[in-house]
């Protein structure tokens, strides 16, 4: 292992002084201090010295030379003003052929996204306080975005887009609210991509884009959450509520699930309760109204028996009974829950019923499962209790014989 | 003329020598005193074992002894083998019952100085029996292969590999390989139903054989009104049988209510379940060895316990040649307090490990 | 003597009983199963010829389902019909030739990997083997 190292290091010396000379760039900014040391520092983990790339190949000037003068020749840009970053980036980053020497599949129309973006737009417009290219992917230590450490790996952008989003004083100037980053985490997007560590949970730019970022449009919003939830969308799409919402102007799954404070959905968004969503429209005793009734009523039903399953299962197998077979069963009736769940979306009641029929003849062959189980428990203590009696007799005929010994 | 059963008895009088046997049996006698229900345990530890024997032979029918199966066979046992679950329970609770019965035994036997002579070597096999049994009882418990056996069997080889010199050796021996593995299962079986039955058997025989010759001992200092003499047929096999019945009805209350648990099937490659412990009757040795400091002076403290334990169970075994004021029929106060002090330990260090699992 | 009788009648009686409600369990517990056989880690799925090809079924393993597919080419191959999303039992889509969740419409590869929808993981996938006319699956180790 040592010695691999070792080779290694050797390689990474030699290539490294073949394929150019000395970086004098580096070598200066080091003997400074702070802001003028720090990029020297972070182009160490950059992912465009990765690459080869070097300070002169952005900023120009030549670091061959010890000669401050002599390095900030005629090609020396410095660092761009914050208007011009775009631009700076998108030299390359816009130039196919350049950039396919390097990474053949990387996009190239970043920068003619970021036109078509917000921040883009008040850019053009002379607003130097939105977001540019190193808001996001940061300066000198840019990293590759399925880099855990990149400001743009999934679980960090958040706080990324945060940074400017969830500043109120620097939001109320453009009359947005600031609280979308928190709402989000108590998402259940954040709760999958932060508790379950499940990368796919969507963050801001999954929804919202990221180089052409815009908020998504009201009726745009469900081709947007259907990426994922396919068939919630499907089943809406398929149900009397498109053409509703279509003409009363609602946006799809937001009306019900809100945006970025999307919570895990429950039972209780269903029906006529306090949480329901269908009383936001539907009025009192209206044919809807009812029908949302009928639904809660059979999926509670539903959701008891499967309660009361389990609880006899429960009880049977603290009582040491074998149970493994119905709790096999239960577990179909569970994908039929979760089923019925999302054919909720489609409101196809005779296709909602039909499923609930199935599940509730699977849920009576393990309720009777369940009951017999504490039939056996039963039987058990029934024997122990005959079982006990002939002890019984058994101790009190012993006691009596002893007694009757030992008087002789 | 004499009836059919006279003449049966005829027979296998002649060939036996029954009824010499029983001439035997009815001279007999056994001191009865304030002391007397402690003498029991004897019968009811020999009452456990018969049961563990025959249960035993009962579970061999549908165990497996192999890492892919075992866990499978016993929730075949308790979930389709009609009543299973019972021959395994009472198997498990009357392993416990025993053990526990075991060391009643000989603490009884302890106090009572019943090890003076003649019955040092009474002593001695029981205190191989004890041995014995506990080995009984860390090898049953893994034979399910369920998780919680599975790491405590770890746990508890792990001690016996700190053991200097033969330490790693016996490890090896035991788990079929450096560490627990699916090759342990079929040795820890070996050992439960053949290894150990057979030096049972032997010791056994001797302990019982020495029990019927030297009779029952009397405590010391009791004077002759205190003690009565009781015949040993069938007065006191009565009473040892009016003990053995209540037994068999606790074992069937717990069994009936508290049916042995199958646990989750044991996974080699799992990482260990926080909190693990062996079984309740080695958790004084297992609680000493994990608050013990690792440096004592210049020696490890693990194998500093260990040898403790050593010592202080070679102590125990050589009691009787010991405790001289015994020997001459007096009673030592410096045995007494010693034998309070190790059940004090026991006890104490015991329910250490169940009420402040974090130490 | 009358009371003498009635102990030993007692004694009797109580020793008999108490011996036949401890013979019954033991009889009945050597008396063979129903089921006679144990279940261990291999599990048989079915039996060959059993699926069609591009055809599937659903079998019981360990105390979760499985799914066996019969693949267009007649290659067998078995999986966890649990959905890594919501733990739904999954099917086998012919069609398409992918594995199909119904719940969310999530969509494996027969390898297990996932194509499209919620599913955070592959599924786990099985070793299959044939032992004269029945299919054996396993875990994998």
């Known amino acids: 292992m040592k010695r691999k190292l070792i080779f290694i290091f050797f390689v990474l010396l030699i290539g490294g002084n073949l394929s150019g000379e000395e970086n004098n760039c580096i070598k200066c900014h080091m003997e400074l201090e702070d802001e003028l040391k720090a990029p020297a520092i972070l182009f160490e983990n950059d992912i465009h010295r990765e690459y080869g790339l070097k300070c002169n190949d952005c900023h120009g000037g030549n670091p061959s030379v010890e000669d401050i003068d002599l390095a900030k020749d005629k090609t020396f840009k410095g660092a761009p003003p914050r208007n011009q970053i775009p631009e700076f980036c998108g030299s390359c980053h816009s130039n196919p052929n350049y950039m396919r020497k390097y990474n053949p599949s990387l996009r190239v129309d970043q920068l003619s996204l970021y036109w078509t973006s917000q921040h883009g737009k008040l850019l053009r417009k002379g607003d130097t306080k939105v977001a540019v290219c190193s808001d996001c992917h940061g300066v000198h230590g840019i990293r590759k975005a399925i880099n855990p450490k990149s400001k743009t790996f999934p679980w960090n952008i958040p706080s990324t887009c945060g940074n400017c989003h969830s500043n109120k004083e620097l939001m109320k100037e453009y009359g947005i609210p600031a609280n979308q980053e928190k709402d989000y985490r108590e998402s259940v997007h954040a709760k999958a991509l932060y508790e379950k560590k499940d990368l796919s949970a969507p963050v801001c730019n999954d929804c919202h884009g990221n180089h052409g970022a815009l908020p998504p449009e009201l009726t745009s919003i469900a081709y947007v959450c259907r990426q994922c939830h396919l068939s919630s969308s499907e089943l809406f799409s398929s149900s009397p509520h498109k053409t509703a919402f279509d003409e009363l102007g609602l946006s799809e799954c937001e009306a019900c699930h809100g945006n970025h404070k999307i919570l895990p959905p429950t039972d209780e968004m269903l029906g006529i309760g306090e949480k329901a969503v269908c009383i936001k429209c539907h009025e009192v005793d209206s044919k809807p109204y009812n029908i949302a009734k009928l639904l809660k009523q059979k999926l509670n039903n539903y959701l008891n028996r499967i309660d009361l399953a389990e609880t006899l299962l429960d009880k049977a197998q603290k009582s040491g009974v074998e149970v493994s077979e119905p709790r096999f069963k239960l577990r179909e009736v569970n994908t039929i829950l979760i089923q019925v769940r999302d054919l909720i979306h489609g409101l196809n009641i005779k296709e909602i019923e039909e499923k609930l029929k199935n599940g509730n003849k699977l849920l009576d062959e393990i309720i009777e499962a369940g009951n017999s189980a504490l039939k056996e428990v039963k039987f058990r203590r029934k024997g122990l209790i005959i079982t006990l009696i002939f002890i019984f007799i058994l101790a009190i005929a012993l006691l009596l014989k002893i007694r009757q010994i030992s008087k002789k | ?359 | 003597m009358k009371r003498r009788r009635f102990i030993d009648f007692l004694l009797g009686g109580g020793i008999a009983g108490t011996i036949i409600t401890f013979l019954y369990p033991v009889l009945k517990y050597i008396w063979p199963p129903k089921q006679s056989e144990v279940i261990v880690k291999s599990v048989v799925a079915g039996k060959i010829n059993e699926l069609a090809p591009n055809t599937y079924k659903i079998f019981k393993f360990g105390s979760s389902p499985g799914i066996l597919i019969n693949t267009k080419e007649g290659e067998l191959k078995a999986f966890t019909a649990v959905c890594t999303h919501l733990s739904c039992t999954v099917t086998y889509d012919g069609d398409t030739e992918t594995i199909f969740c119904p719940c969310h419409n999530g969509r494996f590869d027969l390898k297990g990997n996932v194509i499209s929808g919620p599913p955070p993981r592959p599924l786990e996938a099985y070793n299959v083997e044939i032992v004269g006319e029945k299919i054996l699956v396993s875990k994998r180790t």
């Open chain 2, 1 to 359: 003329m004499k009836t059919f059963w006279e003449k049966i008895w005829l027979y296998f009088d002649y060939r036996f020598k029954i009824s010499d046997l029983a001439q035997l049996t009815k001279k007999k006698k056994v001191p009865e005193h304030k002391y007397s229900f402690w003498y029991y345990f004897g019968g009811i530890c020999l009452f456990l074992f018969i049961i563990q024997v025959i249960t035993g032979i009962l579970l061999l029918l549908y165990y497996t002894p192999s890492a892919d199966s075992a866990f499978e066979s016993i929730q075949y046992i308790m979930s389709q083998v009609k009543f299973g679950w019972l021959i395994r329970s009472v198997h498990s609770w009357s392993a416990n019952l025993l053990i526990g019965a075991i060391f009643i035994h000989m603490f009884s036997t302890f106090f009572l100085r019943a090890y003076r002579p003649p019955r040092e070597l009474t002593w001695v096999t029981g205190f191989f029996l004890l041995l014995i049994f506990l080995a009984f009882g860390f090898t049953g418990y893994l034979l399910p292969w369920n998780k919680l056996a599975f790491f405590a069997t770890r746990v508890g080889t792990d001690i016996v590999g700190i053991v200097p010199i033969i330490g790693e050796k016996l490890k090896t021996f035991l788990l079929g390989g450096k560490v627990i593995s699916n090759a342990t299962l079929p040795r820890f079986f070996w050992i439960h139903v053949a290894v150990l039955p057979f030096i049972t058997v032997l010791i056994l025989g001797v302990h019982l054989l020495l029990v019927q010759t030297l009779g029952m001992s009397t405590p010391i200092g009791l004077s002759d009104r205190e003690v009565k003499e009781i015949p040993f047929f069938p007065n006191f096999v009565l009473k040892d049988f009016l003990a053995w019945i209540l037994i068999l009805g606790l074992i069937g209350i717990l069994c009936v209510f508290f049916p042995w648990e199958i646990g989750e099937k044991a996974d080699p490659f799992a990482s260990a379940p926080p909190g693990i412990k062996p079984e309740w009757y080695f958790t004084f040795m297992f609680t000493t060895l994990k608050i013990i400091p690792s440096k004592i002076l210049f020696i490890e403290g693990e194998k500093l316990a260990l040898f403790g334990f050593f010592i202080g169970g070679l102590f125990w075994l050589l009691i009787p040649f010991l405790d001289k004021k015994a020997q001459k029929e007096e009673k030592s106060k410096l045995f007494f307090i010693i034998g309070l002090l190790i059940l004090i330990y026991i006890i104490v260090m015991t329910l250490v490990t169940y009420f402040f699992p974090k130490l």
